[in-house]
């Protein structure tokens, strides 16, 4: 059973456009969620995160934003670049009562950015 | 520059025949972790070293072993490929653990095919 859910295998957007990258979990124990992106050939690589005790945290052109109520997150890319486009992987991991548990990752979305 | 360097990015072995892929760092982390990742699917974690501490995913076959001689390296040992072995290894480290907030340093990756 997935707990990390990104139900879009992949989106298409404009160069200059916003992307709208959605994720989904199940597991109420993760507070802490990452956004990774990886090229083809080479290994993720990371981009973003937040932690449960905010709702959005900004970067740059990257905005991840976290709807604890809803147990989903977004990462807005704005504006989109070519070189972007790449596979985003949403992951998530929790700390509580002294545990801690290991890093759990959607399967990707991936991003293509036309010129 | 600190890495993660895996070897070799690509591995053919024949079914049944001992395998071992292998992962460096030069960040001095604490955690090495190995996800095993098939094609579309989510990096799906197999075990980590908390320096010499092994912990092993309750899900991962027996057919997997893993050894870290010392901080630098970690080994993936798979004693009889199948032919569902077939995937992209993944090997990561982290200062500290995952669920304490750490993001994780990938590698490139093998790619190994089960003949």
């Known amino acids: 059973d997935q707990q990390v859910k990104q139900n879009s295998p992949s989106l298409s957007v404009q160069e200059g456009r916003i992307s709208i990258l959605n994720c989904d979990y199940t597991?109420?124990?993760?507070?802490?969620f990452l956004w990774y992106k990886k090229y083809p050939a080479e290994g993720p690589t990371f981009l973003i995160s937040?932690?449960?005790?905010?709702d959005k945290n900004e970067d740059g052109r990257f905005t991840v934003f976290l709807n604890k109520s809803a147990k989903h997150l977004s990462l807005h890319i704005v504006p989109s670049q070519p070189g972007d486009s790449a596979v985003y992987f949403c992951?998530?991991?929790?700390?509580?009562?002294?545990?801690?548990?290991?890093?759990?990752f959607g399967k990707g979305t991936k991003l293509s950015v036309k010129p | 520059d600190a890495m993660v360097i895996q070897n070799p990015r690509y591995q053919v072995t024949q079914f049944g025949k001992p395998v071992t892929l292998s992962c460096s760092q030069t960040l001095n982390h604490n955690v090495m972790y190995w996800y095993q990742q098939k094609s579309s699917q989510a990096p799906k974690l197999l075990f980590h070293?908390?320096?010499?501490?092994?912990?092993n995913e309750a899900d991962t076959p027996d057919n997997f072993q893993s050894r870290r001689p010392n901080t630098s390296f970690c080994f993936l040992d798979i004693r009889s490929p199948g032919l569902g072995d077939a995937a992209m290894y993944l090997c990561?480290?982290?200062?500290?653990?995952?669920?304490?907030?750490?993001?994780?340093?990938f590698g490139s990756g093998t790619q190994l095919s089960v003949l």
């Open positions: 070293y908390y320096d010499k501490d092994f912990n």
């Open positions: 937040i932690s449960s005790i905010k």
């Open positions: 990561a480290t982290s200062r500290d653990s995952a669920g304490a907030g750490e993001k994780l340093f």
């Open positions: 992951a998530a991991s929790w700390n509580y009562g002294g545990s801690q548990g290991n890093l759990i």
């Open positions: 597991n109420s124990m993760f507070d802490y």
